[in-house]
């Protein structure tokens, strides 16, 4: 492969609070776009050194739901990762579904993700998280 290893590799940018992974997780659910844009800063010289690629999961469920101006913080690490892709933790249970995935597809964002742990997600939520990935296939994400 042109001396280039691939691996499944995420990259999760809470910056803000802790070490431990639940503080992490609670950092990374609640980041804002300029809270990513910092967190990325912090990251980017350390990330650039040893990789060309990589996933960008983004926590905060809310995100899709609001206006935001993500869509520069996402073409600025597109500029300096030609491999760069991005992923939504998507809340399945939230009404306005449908123009969020829209919205998530508008931004170039490539799928939506479903975390048990994080989300807490139970057998009686299954047929929301079916019916959520539902819409994204049709979405292509």
């Known amino acids: 492969m042109n001396g280039m290893e691939i691996f499944d590799f ?11 992974t639940e503080e992490r997780l ?9 809270d990513l844009r910092h967190c990325y ?7 650039n050194m040893h990789m060309q690629g ?4 983004l926590f905060n469920q809310d995100l ?22 991005f992923t939504q933790l ?14 998530i597809k508008a931004l170039g964002i490539e799928g939506v993700k479903f975390h048990s742990y994080v989300q807490h997600i139970g057998e009686n939520d299954l047929p929301a998280a079916l019916n959520a990935a539902e819409l994204a296939s049709e979405r292509g994400l």
């Open 10 to 20: 995420n990259i999760h940018l809470p910056c803000r609070r802790g070490q431990d």
């Open 54 to 57: 990589a996933n960008f999961m």
């Open 64 to 85: 899709p739901f609001g206006e935001h101006h993500i869509a520069s913080w996402i073409a600025e690490v597109r500029r300096d990762w030609h491999f760069a892709s």
């Open 41 to 47: 800063a912090t990251h980017r010289p350390s990330l």
């Open 26 to 34: 609670i950092d990374e659910g609640s980041m804002g776009v300029e």
């Open 90 to 103: 998507l809340d399945f249970r939230r009404d306005g579904l449908a123009q969020a995935l829209d919205r």
